[in-house]
Nanobody, 115 residues
Framework: QVQLVESGGGLVQHGGSLTLSCAAS????????MGWYRQSPGKQRELVAT???????NYADSVKGRFTISRVTAKNTVTLQMNSLKPEDTAVYYC?????????WGKGTLVTVSS
């Protein structure tokens, strides 16, 4: 059973930066994709960024140019560098991983951006 553990959330001012990290345990195999989703109060969970094991990336339009995803594929870890943060980025950020046809989720880490 794959377990994902996030770290790095917190409170930051408008325009600031934060780095989120996630490590997967319990998998002997390289996960096909890893990444991040987020959910704000009253909204559905949405894609932030993902990266496949061959380094193909996918970003939400709202974070392009501000957020950067990176991965250490051999270690099944993923990092999200978030710059120029806005109050609308406030959400619980969930680490995500996919292996074959199974999706795995972390418990989430709260990011709060003050105005």
């Amino acid at each position: 059973q794959v377990q994902l553990v996030e770290s790095g959330g917190g409170l930051v001012q408008h325009g600031g930066s934060l780095t989120l990290s996630c490590a997967a345990s319990g998998s002997r195999f390289i996960l096909y994709a890893m990444g991040w989703y987020r959910q704000s109060p009253g909204k559905q969970r949405e894609l932030v960024a993902t990266m496949t094991r061959d380094s193909s990336t996918n970003y939400a339009d709202s974070v392009k140019g501000r957020f950067t995803i990176s991965r250490v594929t051999a270690k099944n870890t993923v990092t999200l560098q978030m710059n120029s943060l806005k109050p609308e980025d406030t959400a619980v950020y969930y680490c995500y991983a996919k292996y074959i046809d199974i999706d795995y989720w972390g418990k989430g880490t709260l990011v709060t951006v003050s105005s």
